[in-house]
Structure formats: structure tokens, C-alpha cells
């Protein structure tokens, strides 16, 4: 399970960091910029991976926090960065979702060491900090009922505050824990309205509803 995240992580930061033209070395406000009004967060840990979005103070916190970095070049050897050599690692994965910003991975060794993948290079942190973030809420039954009641205008960003895994392989899923009955699978294309978005039996994943067209309240009763 720890080797499975961290090569999710390290295949998510690859794609992440495709994205933007700005430099660290310009200036540290460069990295998150004013006009950014959201941030998807990865976290993940030696047992578990997380991701949700955050946005308005969060971001705010986030942006204060960047700038606050003091940080310089350091070349590894091939093979011998921080995910090649350390396989339970903790790492923040931040991608911007406006305007032209490189993505960001933040690697935790230990409380004293720290380093930032940013624009293809690496870079220690010499004040290094923990993200100023609150992990996200577990989504709940009862705000699933209250969300299915937008029926077809439900869309991506009604669930981007909650808990989630991505699962999918091709299609794009993502996973939100209920509790021991139930969990809600959001699954399709991210600039596109999901493809399904099912409440699922934990017990018996055959069993499941589309929530924006089916009724939660005959599906739990039954």
C-alpha cells in the first residue's frame, strides 16, 4: 500500500507540473498568485492518500505560507530524490487552477528537513513548515440527501470540500467514505458534469443508485 501511493503521488506530481511558465526564482508571491481562487491539495502519508480543494481564506493561509519559504537549489543525483529513496515520505501535492502558475509538490522528510519539487527542479526549504491546512470533513448520508436534491445540476464542485480517493483508471472516479453502509462514487470527466454519481452499498457494490435520478430514501429503506 505505501509503494502503491507514493507512485501515485510521484505519477500525479509528473502531471501536475506540466502546467505554467512561472520561475521560483522570481519571487516567492509568484508561486501562488492574487488571482488564484482555488487550490487542489493531494496529501499523502505512508498508509493513506488525500485530496480535496480549498479555496477563499484557505487559500489566503496557503499563499502567506508559500511566501514565507526561504528555499535553495539542490541538485540529487539520479535515482536519489526524496520519492525515489523514501517510500512512506509525506508529501502535499498543490495544483492551481488558474492562471499561470507551476503546480507544486512539498516533501516532508522530517520535522528539519523539507524540500520543494517546483518547475522541474528541486529546491531544500531552510525554514521548513507544515501547510497551514485543515484536513477536509467526511462526507456525510445526511448532506448527500440535502445534495441530491440539486438532481441534475449536481456537479464537481459540490463535493470538491469532502474527503476523497481517486480510483479511477482512464475515467476519472473519485471515492467519498459515508460510513459502514454506504459510499458515494462521483465518476466521468472533470471538465464535464460526472458521467454517474452513485451511492453505493458498502456491503454488496452491485447494489447502488444514481443519486440526481433515483430516490436515497427507497434505496437505504430497502
Same mark, same amino acid.
Given at each position: 500500500?505505501?509503494?502503491?501511493?507514493?507512485?501515485?503521488?510521484?505519477?500525479?506530481?509528473?502531471?501536475?507540473l506540466?502546467?505554467?511558465?512561472?520561475?521560483?526564482?522570481?519571487?516567492?508571491?509568484?508561486?501562488?498568485?492574487?488571482?488564484?481562487?482555488?487550490?487542489?491539495?493531494?496529501?499523502?502519508?505512508?498508509?493513506?492518500?488525500?485530496?480535496? +480543494?480549498? =479555496?477563499?481564506? $484557505?487559500?489566503?493561509?496557503?499563499? &502567506?505560507?508559500? *511566501? @514565507? %519559504?526561504?528555499? /535553495?537549489p539542490?541538485?540529487?543525483?539520479?535515482?536519489?530524490?526524496?520519492?525515489?529513496?523514501?517510500t512512506?515520505?509525506?508529501?502535499?501535492?498543490?495544483?492551481?487552477?488558474?492562471?499561470?502558475?507551476?503546480?507544486?509538490?512539498?516533501?516532508?522528510?522530517?520535522?528539519?528537513?523539507s524540500?520543494?519539487?517546483?518547475?522541474?527542479?528541486?529546491?531544500?526549504?531552510?525554514?521548513?513548515?507544515?501547510?497551514?491546512?485543515?484536513?477536509?470533513?467526511?462526507?456525510?448520508?445526511?448532506?448527500?440527501?440535502?445534495?441530491?436534491?440539486?438532481?441534475?445540476?449536481? +456537479?464537481? =464542485?459540490?463535493? $470538491?470540500?469532502?474527503?476523497?480517493? &481517486?480510483?479511477? *483508471? @482512464? %475515467?476519472y472516479? /473519485?471515492?467519498?467514505?459515508?460510513?459502514?453502509?454506504?459510499?458515494?462514487?462521483?465518476?466521468?470527466?472533470?471538465?464535464?458534469?460526472?458521467?454517474?454519481?452513485?451511492?453505493?452499498?458498502?456491503?454488496?457494490?452491485?447494489?447502488?443508485?444514481?443519486?440526481?435520478?433515483?430516490?436515497?430514501?427507497?434505496?437505504?429503506?430497502?
Amino acid at each position: 500500500m505505501k509503494k502503491n501511493n507514493r507512485l501515485i503521488s510521484v505519477l500525479l506530481s509528473a502531471i501536475l507540473l506540466l502546467a505554467g511558465c512561472s520561475n521560483i526564482e522570481k519571487g516567492r508571491d509568484a508561486i501562488i498568485g492574487a488571482d488564484v481562487n482555488k487550490v487542489g491539495i493531494i496529501h499523502v502519508t505512508n498508509d493513506e492518500m488525500v485530496q480535496w +480543494t480549498v =479555496s477563499g481564506d $484557505e487559500i489566503d493561509a496557503l499563499r &502567506e505560507w508559500a *511566501s @514565507g %519559504l526561504k528555499f /535553495l537549489p539542490h541538485e540529487f543525483e539520479k535515482g536519489k530524490t526524496p520519492y525515489d529513496t523514501n517510500t512512506d515520505v509525506e508529501s502535499y501535492e498543490f495544483y492551481l487552477t488558474k492562471g499561470d502558475y507551476r503546480n507544486i509538490s512539498y516533501a516532508i522528510i522530517d520535522e528539519k528537513t523539507s524540500y520543494i519539487f517546483y518547475a522541474d527542479k528541486w529546491y531544500t526549504v531552510t525554514n521548513p513548515s507544515i501547510p497551514p491546512l485543515q484536513e477536509p470533513a467526511e462526507l456525510t448520508l445526511d448532506k448527500v440527501i440535502e445534495l441530491a436534491g440539486k438532481g441534475e445540476e449536481l +456537479t464537481w =464542485s459540490d463535493f $470538491e470540500q469532502y474527503k476523497s480517493k &481517486e480510483i479511477g *483508471s @482512464g %475515467l476519472y472516479i /473519485l471515492l467519498y467514505n459515508i460510513d459502514e453502509n454506504y459510499y458515494l462514487l462521483v465518476g466521468g470527466t472533470p471538465d464535464k458534469k460526472p458521467m454517474y454519481i452513485r451511492l453505493v452499498s458498502a456491503q454488496d457494490e452491485t447494489k447502488y443508485i444514481d443519486i440526481r435520478t433515483e430516490s436515497i430514501s427507497d434505496f437505504i429503506n430497502k
